[in-house]
């Protein structure tokens, strides 16, 4: 899809990931930003012995979705720790208040489609096949699918059809990771990983 446009509830925690889910109710106004998020989780992953991977925040008047990827050093991840990972960020989440509204928290591996968020991740899978979305057209395109080649500075150089193009790292909406079935041994795409959780939370009262 186009930047800005909806992803059709496509999920990028993608097969074989673990993930948990939690509802919660709040006032209704939104008012945060992506870059606030990641400072407020980013340490509190990372002292649980986690890698924090990155966000998705969907921001809705109705009820916003707000993803959290992580991953375990040499390990796979557990549903447990997505259980732990979203119980901390849930008691932060009620001192900090930083999501005004009703939300619904996704915490999940990233799952071999794993979404790549900085230029750290693109350049841990050089010779990757990727998916990436981009706000400002390039050669009057959005989308772009092929092998990740090379990154340098702020940029990626992607092989699209044999073609290089250059791709400023600020200019991407989403990207993740092509998965190589075959290699990984299916023989189609496997199913998603249905092992999930939920509780709910009344209402805040100020």
Same mark, same amino acid.
């Given at each position: 899809?186009?930047?800005?446009?909806?992803?059709?509830?496509?999920?990028?925690?993608?097969?074989?990931?673990?993930?948990?889910?939690?509802?919660?109710?709040?006032?209704?106004?939104?008012?945060?930003?992506?870059?606030?998020?990641?400072? !407020?989780?980013?340490?509190?992953?990372?002292?649980?012995?986690?890698? #924090?991977?990155?966000?998705? $925040? @969907?921001?809705?008047? /109705? %009820?916003?979705?707000?993803?959290?990827?992580?991953?375990?050093?040499?390990?796979?991840?557990?549903?447990?720790?997505?259980?732990?990972?979203?119980?901390?960020?849930?008691?932060?989440?009620?001192?900090?208040?930083?999501?005004?509204?009703?939300?619904? !928290?996704?915490?999940?591996?990233?799952?071999?489609?794993?979404?790549? #968020?900085?230029?750290?991740? $693109? @350049?841990?899978?050089? /010779? %990757?096949?990727?998916?990436?979305?981009?706000?400002?057209?390039?050669?009057?395109?959005?989308?772009?699918?092929?092998?990740?080649?090379?990154?340098?500075?702020?940029?990626?150089?992607?092989?699209?059809?044999?073609?290089?193009?250059?791709?400023?790292?600020?200019?991407?909406?989403?990207?993740?990771?092509?998965?190589?079935?075959?290699?990984?041994?299916?023989?189609?795409?496997?199913?998603?990983?249905?092992?999930?959780?939920?509780?709910?939370?009344?209402?805040?009262?100020?």
């Amino acid at each position: 899809t186009d930047a800005g446009e909806a992803d059709n509830g496509e999920f990028w925690n993608g097969p074989c990931a673990h993930f948990f889910l939690a509802d919660f109710a709040a006032g209704s106004r939104i008012a945060v930003t992506n870059e606030k998020l990641n400072e !407020l989780l980013t340490p509190l992953v990372t002292d649980l012995g986690l890698e #924090f991977v990155g966000i998705e $925040f @969907s921001p809705s008047r /109705g %009820s916003s979705l707000l993803r959290v990827f992580i991953d375990a050093p040499e390990r796979a991840v557990t549903i447990e720790d997505c259980e732990r990972v979203s119980r901390e960020i849930s008691a932060l989440m009620d001192v900090n208040d930083p999501i005004e509204g009703r939300y619904t !928290l996704e915490v999940s591996s990233p799952g071999i489609d794993r979404p790549l #968020f900085t230029i750290a991740h $693109f @350049s841990r899978f050089v /010779g %990757s096949e990727a998916k990436i979305n981009v706000a400002l057209p390039i050669d009057g395109r959005h989308r772009f699918q092929g092998r990740i080649k090379a990154v340098e500075d702020d940029r990626i150089q992607l092989d699209q059809d044999g073609k290089d193009v250059h791709i400023v790292h600020a200019n991407i909406v989403k990207a993740k990771l092509v998965p190589d079935y075959a290699a990984l041994g299916f023989a189609a795409a496997p199913k998603k990983n249905e092992n999930t959780g939920s509780r709910k939370r009344g209402p805040k009262h100020k």
